[in-house]
């Protein structure tokens, strides 16, 4: 048997057990051409990007809905501002109710965003089997949509401990005058007496 025998016989072993294996690569990025810890040269780093694609995947991917979350997530987030009653997940519950209710909760709440192109409606978002997409801009409005909620909340939350504080500063004070009064009434009435 020859070294090229050899290699080759080796060589399709490992194709055969790549072929059987469902394979990821990861591209290794050096951050700087010194080797060095701590040090970072930008640029170098994004040429790298660059040439391995990187670079443009990411914008071709971010260019159509550069935002995605998983459905559990975004009703996690999301139900309370606009009154859908989530029930998470159980081994009964299918994946077409969750479908369902990020569609009842997005519908209403992205429908300012929605562009008429041509007599057809695209929508803000686009769900998947295990995501939802959102087109540039709508998970913004969504989280400035769920910090007014908040803000509002908060506000509520804010009037009615004040509203308790003043209340039982109220009775404290009314309590305690009642009992200086009493006192002073006693006083004079044994005086007089």
């Not at 501002?81 to 519908?107: C, G, M, P, R, Y």
Request: proline content about 3%.
């Amino acid at each position: 048997e020859t070294v090229c025998t050899k290699f080759r016989s080796q060589l399709t072993k490992l194709m055969e057990n790549l072929g059987e294996t469902r394979s990821r690569y990861i591209r290794c990025i050096k951050p700087n051409t010194l080797k060095k810890p701590l040090l970072m040269q930008h640029l170098s780093t994004i040429e790298q990007l660059r040439c391995a694609g990187v670079v443009a995947a990411v914008t071709i991917s971010r260019s159509a809905f550069p935002n995605r979350l998983e459905h559990e997530i975004l009703l996690d987030r999301f139900k309370s501002l606009f009154n859908i009653h989530h029930h998470s997940l159980s081994a009964d519950a299918s994946s077409k109710d969750t479908l369902k209710e990020v569609e009842e909760l997005l519908t209403p709440a992205l429908q300012p965003l929605e562009v008429r192109k041509d007599g057809e409606v695209a929508k803000a978002f686009v769900i998947g089997k295990t995501r939802t997409y959102f087109r540039a801009g709508a998970l913004e409005y969504l989280e400035a949509e769920r910090l007014k909620g908040l803000s509002n909340w908060a506000t509520q939350i804010q009037r009615i401990i004040r509203g308790f504080v003043v209340h039982t500063k109220y009775h404290r004070f009314r309590k305690g005058t009642i009992r200086i009064q009493s006192i002073v009434r006693r006083n004079i009435a044994v005086e007089r007496f």
